[in-house]
Every structure is written in C-alpha cells, then in structure tokens.
C-alpha cells in the first residue's frame, strides 16, 4: 500500500512562495511518475504538474508554468512542488498523487494516478 502525506501549505501574499512537500511510503514511489493536482473552491479538481520516474521530465499546466516547479528526491521518498509568484487564483487544496506501480511515464488526468494524499491548503490573499 502507499501512502501519501502533504505538507507545506498556507497562507501567503500574492507574489510570494511557497513549497510543498510530498512524503511517499511504500515500494510504488520508487517506479512510479507523481504529480500535483489542485481544487480550488467551487472547482473541479485540475492538474497542475506532474514528474517522471527518474525525474528526467516534466509536464505543467499552461496557468503554473514558468512559476511553478515539480521535483523529486527519490532517496528520501519525496515530491516537491516549488511555487513563485502566487497568484489569488492558485488558492486551492493542492493535492499528491502517485501512477500505479511501474507507470513510470507522465500522466496528466487524474484517472490516471491510483494513489492520493489528503490535500494541503494554498491561501493567496491579494
């Protein structure tokens, strides 16, 4: 089984920064692509970044790119989602998930990934 802990969220002024952080338990992490996805109030859930197995690519979103930035450590089981420039419309619980074991490549809908984290709050006051 995996499990997914987010941590990172908060509140902060548009133009800040912020970076999550995704801890991975379970063999899944070390063969599988993660991502970022994120719902914001009254929205549908939407992806927001995603990240290959070896960390080699890289896919976003057209709202985060050139601000946000997915990487990995897969020594220490972990995602990272580093976001620049905020924005009041970045506000949203964003949330981790993992491709199921051996899904290696990018996904970027979310039926394709099987495993989630519970969601950390993003709040960006203008």
């Known amino acids: 089984q995996v499990q997914l802990v987010e941590s990172g969220g908060g509140l902060v002024q548009a133009g800040g920064s912020l970076r999550l952080s995704c801890a991975a338990s379970?063999?899944?992490?070390?063969?599988?692509?993660m991502g970022w996805f994120r719902q914001g109030p009254g929205k549908d859930r939407e992806f927001v970044a995603a990240?290959?197995?070896?960390?080699?690519?890289?896919y976003y979103a057209d709202s985060v790119k050139g601000r946000f930035t997915i990487s990995r450590d897969n020594a220490k089981n972990t995602v990272y989602l580093q976001m620049n420039s905020l924005k009041p419309e970045d506000t949203a619980v964003y949330y981790c998930?993992?491709?199921?074991?051996?899904?290696?490549?990018?996904?970027?809908?979310?039926?394709?990934?099987?495993?989630w984290g519970q969601g950390t709050q993003v709040t960006v006051s203008s």
């Open positions: 990240i290959s197995w070896s960390g080699s690519s890289t």
């Open positions: 379970g063999r899944t992490f070390m063969t599988s692509a």
């Open positions: 998930a993992a491709r199921p074991a051996g899904r290696v490549a990018i996904g970027r809908y979310i039926d394709e990934y099987e495993y």
